[in-house]
């Protein structure tokens, strides 16, 4: 495990302390400064750089000192993902990590000892957090981050789309009373608002081309191609909106059906372009419900030779954010919205009923 380390010249004291007893647990302790004592050091970029590692994905979770823990815990909240809280006695850090995750421990320099700080960090590592009621406060908190981008707990990361034109067709999407017609025009919309954040790491390169008034570099994207795979058959629904904005894309296919009697997914169709090892694939599966069936579905582009995997959702609830990372940490995954839970028949809740009968006016 990895974690930031900041602190500004109030919270100082305690920096010995805290990597001192990191370390005693084999903690990889990253140093974000401050490293020596100066006034004029303000909480602000401590809190910064540590939040931003956290976010980036380069240290798990962080420790933060100034004078009460206070301001520097304000500023690092700033950074969509980061739960940071100031805690000055183990009981605290017991109840910020078991209610609210927190991802990030502030101690003041002025309000506790160095002898306090293993107490306090030992209780914040070692208890666990209860989920449940307390997940779906957290989940409500996340998406109304302003920034797209936030860490869920189990490590992987996902995209929450909270744009309001995004947010207004999810909500028609959602009406029982929206028609087929409705439904499958907003979906394919839907998913081309998307691509617009899904599309956001390809790499550019420069090309040199002439305007009407004179020859300049412009930006092109590079050499690398995209692959989207709908998972059948929801996911069809998905693939024109993708396709209006990037025509040249490979569409491969998945059929995927639930075995009754073990309720494993089980392969049944699986065709995908030939170079897939060389492609940016887009695994397309509108309800991330339990997550079994996106989750096979990964394994299997794996299997194929797929490597740089994101998957694109409508609505996703936790458990299936939580399946699918524990699976597979490393795929990026959007959703035009994060849900609740799921019902006991595996529904997402409020969700929108199965998008599979509702696209093809199957119900
Ligand atoms: C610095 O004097 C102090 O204000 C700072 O360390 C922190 O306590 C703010 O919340």
Avoid at 134 to 149: D, F, G, P, Q
Avoid at 311 to 330: Q, R
Avoid at 349 to 362: C, K, M
């Amino acid at each position: 495990m990895k974690i930031a380390l900041g602190t500004d010249h109030a919270g100082f004291i305690l920096k010995s302390a805290v990597v001192d007893y990191l370390t005693s647990r084999n903690i990889e302790v990253v140093d974000l400064g401050a490293y020596i004592v100066d006034e004029e050091d303000s909480y602000t970029d401590p809190a910064f750089r540590v939040a931003g590692a956290i976010a980036d994905g380069e240290a798990e979770a962080g420790v933060l000192l100034c004078g009460t823990g206070y301001g520097i815990s304000i500023a690092a909240n700033k950074i969509p993902g980061i739960r940071a809280v100031p805690c000055d006695t183990p009981e605290n850090a017991r109840i910020a990590k078991a209610h609210n995750n927190v991802n990030v421990i502030a101690l003041g320099g002025r309000t506790i000892k160095p002898s306090d700080v293993p107490e306090i960090l030992k209780t914040w590592l070692d208890t666990p957090f209860e989920g449940g009621r307390h997940l779906r406060r957290l989940n409500k908190i996340a998406m109304v981050e302003k920034s797209t981008l936030n860490v869920i707990q189990g490590g992987g990361r996902i995209t929450i789309f909270n744009h309001p034109l995004i947010q207004h067709k999810v909500g028609i999407i959602r009406d029982k009373n929206t028609s087929v017609k409705q439904f499958r025009e907003l979906l394919q919309e839907i998913t081309g608002l998307m691509v617009y954040e899904i599309t956001r790491n390809l790499p550019l390169t420069d090309k040199k081309v002439d305007t009407p008034i004179e020859a300049t570099t412009v930006k092109t994207i590079e050499g690398r191609k995209m692959a989207i795979v709908p998972v059948l058959r929801a996911g069809l629904g998905m693939v024109d909106g993708i396709l209006q904005l990037v025509p040249n894309a490979k569409v491969g296919h998945i059929g995927l059906y639930r075995d009754p009697a073990t309720l494993e997914p089980v392969e049944y169709y699986c065709k995908l372009p030939f170079d897939i090892e060389e492609r940016d694939i887009f695994i397309l599966d509108p309800m991330l419900a339990t997550g079994g069936s996106s989750a096979a579905a990964i394994s299997l582009v794996k299997k194929r030779g797929g490597r740089r995997i994101s998957l694109v959702c409508l609505i996703a609830a936790p458990e299936g954010i939580d399946k699918v990372h524990s699976e597979h940490p490393e795929v990026e995954i959007y959703s035009a919205a994060l849900d609740s839970h799921l019902n006991s028949h595996g529904y997402i809740v409020p969700g929108l009923g199965d998008a599979g009968d509702r696209l093809f006016g199957t119900k």
